[in-house]
């Protein structure tokens, strides 16, 4: 394949492997300053676009897209969250981000971040190659790395780049071209997994709810005042077709039940998924002339909010360092990248980690570990440092690291 003929060939300082949002707004940070990049993804537009994700943007993450010029959709279509609520023992406790803090997040689903940004390329003439099959990269070790890929026409052809960013995703094949003896894979499996479901129903609650119950976690998410987005804890084997609407929000309604008579609205529901996840961080994150970002070098239980909010705080912190390496500095201006964009990682590692035994019931757990849970929730509720510590993590920290 390496050699096989091409149909085109085009150079550019920077092709990135991956059309989500982290290789879309590294796109989009380069071409502000001048320096043209090529994306491909295997998946289409169309797919992307359809695929739900997460909804919780920090306030930094936010104000970039507005003032990087990428749009100001969010403004009017996002909604500002001052706080959070996190029930357990049958009542509601919020945390209130914006009085501990000063700081709020934004719920704005990541489908819309990527179509601000596909958008945005769209209009300042970036290429975006979707839908496109066969990807190889190659050369990585050398100063002149390639993408080849074929065309959704079956057309072949290759980008020459002095430098390939790997942003593509959980199931990334880039980080693979790290050598096994010279990557190392840190990890944590998980004994369950998110049911998620999109209904047509009022909202709920006017900010998300966290929820713990004997009988597992539940969180309550917003999509727009007629789509609401929630998950259940359910094991990772779950299969979609066993839960009917009517069980569904049987169990949704039993785990944020309590004393205040708290009750979900229902109404029919359009999507069910089960959603596996999994802590996960592979260094090196560059490898010569690669470099991963997002997703593909680290991913983190959906439970903090925070996967994201990673990515996008990776390709600030890259396109910085790649404009200083392309404009005379060299690879040397690289070796900040991994350590710049990892003490974020191991934060959100661990807060993500520490979000989800908190809240989620561990199958053949003892009377004890429940009540220790409980206990658990009510320093991180009911301590000033507990909420502090809560609000400051889920909002994240400014870019590169706080003191
Ligand atoms: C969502 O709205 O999909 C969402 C919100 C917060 C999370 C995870 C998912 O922690």
New binding site residues.
């Given amino acids: 394949m390496a050699d096989a003929v091409v149909d085109t060939v085009s150079s550019v300082p920077v092709a990135v492997v991956g059309a989500g949002p982290a290789g879309l707004m590294l796109a989009h940070r380069l071409g502000r300053a001048g320096i043209d990049a090529i994306v491909v993804d295997t998946r289409t537009r169309r797919e992307i676009e359809t695929t739900q994700r ?3 943007l920090e306030a930094d993450a936010a104000r970039d897209l507005v003032e990087t010029g990428v749009s100001d959709r969010i403004l009017r279509e996002g909604h500002e969250h001052e706080g959070t609520v996190l029930r357990f023992g049958g009542r509601p406790h919020r945390i209130p981000f914006k009085e501990l803090v000063g700081e709020s997040v934004w719920l704005y689903p990541q489908t819309d971040v990527f179509i601000d940004l596909a958008d945005a390329r769209e209009r300042d003439g970036g290429t975006v190659h979707f839908g496109v099959g066969d990807t190889e990269v190659l050369d990585v070790t050398t100063g002149a790395p390639r993408v080849r890929y074929t065309a959704p026409d079956g057309s072949r052809h290759e980008i020459r780049a002095r430098y390939v960013v790997g942003a593509d995703g959980s199931r990334s094949m880039c980080r693979n071209l790290v050598p096994e003896d010279r990557r190392v894979r840190y990890g944590k499996e998980y004994p369950y997994a998110w049911f998620g479901i999109l209904a047509e129903a009022p909202v709920s609650a006017p900010e ?1 709810v966290y929820a713990h119950s004997e009988h597992g976690f539940a ?1 309550i ?1 917003q999509r727009s005042e007629s789509v609401q ?1 929630m998950y259940f804890q359910c094991s990772p084997d779950e299969s979609v077709d066993a839960w009917s609407d009517d069980r569904v929000w049987e169990t949704l309604q039993a785990r944020v039940a309590g004393e205040d008579g708290f009750r979900l609205n229902e109404g029919p529901i359009t999507d069910k998924t089960v959603l596996r996840f999994r802590s996960f961080v592979q260094e090196p994150m560059r490898w010569g002339s690669l470099v991963l970002a997002g997703d593909a070098a680290h991913t983190v239980p ?4 925070r996967g994201l909010n990673l990515a996008l705080h990776d390709v600030k912190v890259l396109a910085e360092l790649l404009l200083r390496a392309l404009g005379g500095a060299g690879d040397a201006a690289l070796d900040d990248y991994q350590p710049r964009a990892l003490q974020r990682v191991w934060r959100a590692q661990n807060f993500s980690h520490w979000m989800t035994q908190l809240l989620h019931t561990a199958p053949g757990g003892s009377p004890f570990d429940l009540r220790r849970q409980l206990g658990e929730l009510d320093n991180a509720v009911g301590t000033r440092s507990g909420r502090t510590y809560l609000a400051e993590q889920y909002t994240g920290w400014p870019a590169s690291s706080r003191g």
């Fill in positions: 997460a909804g919780i998300l969180l998410s987005r959906p439970t903090g909010a």
